[in-house]
Every structure is written in structure tokens, then in C-alpha cells.
């Protein structure tokens, strides 16, 4: 099993550029998560899925989206980068909900000039 | 408002020492406290702890839970090089749509030196 893969590693997008950060599991885990990390920080829910179809907001979710139309894909959209969407971004995705083990992917480095 | 705080920020160890880090933290609906090592990437899992006072352990590390205190210890015996990461603490955070999902700290940086 690959777990969860993530694509790119690493972007730089100037301001006002749109892209897709895009997240693959092969566990068929219902639940996907995409985070978030700034330097120093820890890691903030930007949106979640509990299963193909359904979404919802994390904790950080302005000027991103998300769809589910897999159980195995999550892509993360970026509309209109900012500079404060500069961070380190990481797909997420457990069996059941987030009290359990989750994996992560290996993080897409942003930086938006 | 929700909030998870560890300490301390980073630590400075020689090899062979023993560490404790520490977790706090105030959530709505507590279910579990999860404790993930973060290297150069991705988070991995270390434990899971949801009844207080029962420890866990993996070889040198170690972890337990006091839900009356709302706070967990995590305790590295014997340190080594590759101990070096960042040590994040989760708990549950309860969202509006009634979904459980993870709330992290800041982190522990710890630095094991030869």
C-alpha cells in the first residue's frame, strides 16, 4: 500500500493564482482531512470528509474548497492565493472518525509571493 | 474556546536522558488524546489514550492520561539521536455538524545531542 500520497511537494504560486493540491488514499478510509502547518505552529483542520459526497469545515476554511466524489481522492482547491496561505499542507485520512489513528501524507510545501 | 497547550516549547537533551513533555488541554466532549511524532514530513502515531491512568508504552516511550487534571505526560527514557523531532499532542474537538476531529498544540521541539 502507498497510504496516503500527495501531490505536488513543493509550488510557488504568486498572488491571485489559483491550483489543486491533490491527495490520494488506497486504505479505503471513509474519513480525509487536509491541515495545515505554519512555521512554529501546530496543525490546523482546514476541511474534513466522512465519505464520498460529504464535506465540511475545519477549523481554517476561508479561501479554500474541497470535493469528495472518490472515497480515494481529496483535493484541496486554492482560489486567489494570498501571501497567509503560505504554509506546509498535509492530507490526512483515518478508518473512522478523528478520535482514531490518522495517517498522513508527506506534506505540499506552498509559498505564495 | 477550545484550546490544547504543551510544554515546554523545545528541549535540549544529551543522549541518555530522560525527558517528560506535557500536555494540556480544555475541549468540549473529551474522548481521546492522541500523541504523534513529527520528524521532517508527516505526523506519525505514537498513542492513543482514553482512560486515565492507564499507561502506555512503546519500548523507551511512554504515556498516560489524568482526566482529571486534563493533561497527559509523555516520557522518552534513554534518549537518542533519532529521538530528535517534534512531539504534537491532539485531542478531540467537537465542530458544530457534530463530527469528532482532532485539535492540535503547538508542538514540543526536542533536540537529542551525542
Known amino acids: 500500500n502507498a497510504g496516503v500520497t500527495q501531490t505536488p511537494k513543493f509550488r510557488i504560486l504568486k498572488i491571485g493564482q489559483s491550483m489543486t493540491l491533490q491527495c490520494t488514499q488506497d486504505?479505503?478510509?471513509?474519513?480525509m482531512y487536509w491541515y495545515r502547518q505554519d512555521p512554529g505552529m501546530g496543525l490546523k483542520l482546514i476541511y474534513y470528509?466522512?465519505?464520498?459526497?460529504?464535506?465540511d469545515k475545519g477549523e481554517v476554511p476561508n479561501g479554500y474548497n474541497v470535493s469528495r466524489s472518490t472515497t480515494e481522492d481529496f483535493p484541496l482547491r486554492l482560489e486567489l492565493a494570498a501571501p497567509s496561505q503560505t504554509s506546509v499542507y498535509f492530507c490526512a485520512s483515518s478508518y473512522f472518525d478523528g478520535a482514531y489513528e490518522q495517517y498522513f501524507g508527506p506534506g505540499t510545501r506552498l509559498t505564495v509571493t | 474556546e477550545d484550546k490544547v497547550v504543551q510544554s515546554p516549547l523545545s528541549l535540549v537533551v544529551h543522549e541518555g536522558d530522560t525527558v517528560t513533555l506535557n500536555c494540556s488541554y480544555e475541549?468540549?466532549?473529551?474522548?481521546?488524546l492522541l500523541w504523534y511524532k513529527q520528524e521532517k514530513k508527516a505526523p506519525t502515531f505514537l498513542f492513543m489514550l482514553t482512560s486515565s491512568g492507564i499507561e502506555k508504552k512503546s519500548g523507551r516511550l511512554s504515556s498516560i492520561l489524568d482526566k482529571k487534571e486534563l493533561s497527559s505526560i509523555l516520557n522518552i527514557t534513554a534518549t537518542q539521536t533519532g529521538d530528535s523531532a517534534i512531539y504534537l499532542c491532539?485531542?478531540?474537538?467537537?465542530?458544530?455538524?457534530?463530527?469528532?476531529?482532532?485539535?492540535f498544540g503547538t508542538g514540543t521541539r526536542l533536540t537529542v545531542i551525542p
Open positions: 486504505m479505503n478510509h471513509n474519513y
Open positions: 475541549v468540549t466532549n473529551f474522548r481521546s
Open positions: 470528509s466522512v465519505g464520498a459526497g460529504i464535506t
Open positions: 491532539a485531542v478531540d474537538h467537537r465542530y458544530q455538524t457534530g463530527a469528532n476531529n482532532l485539535f
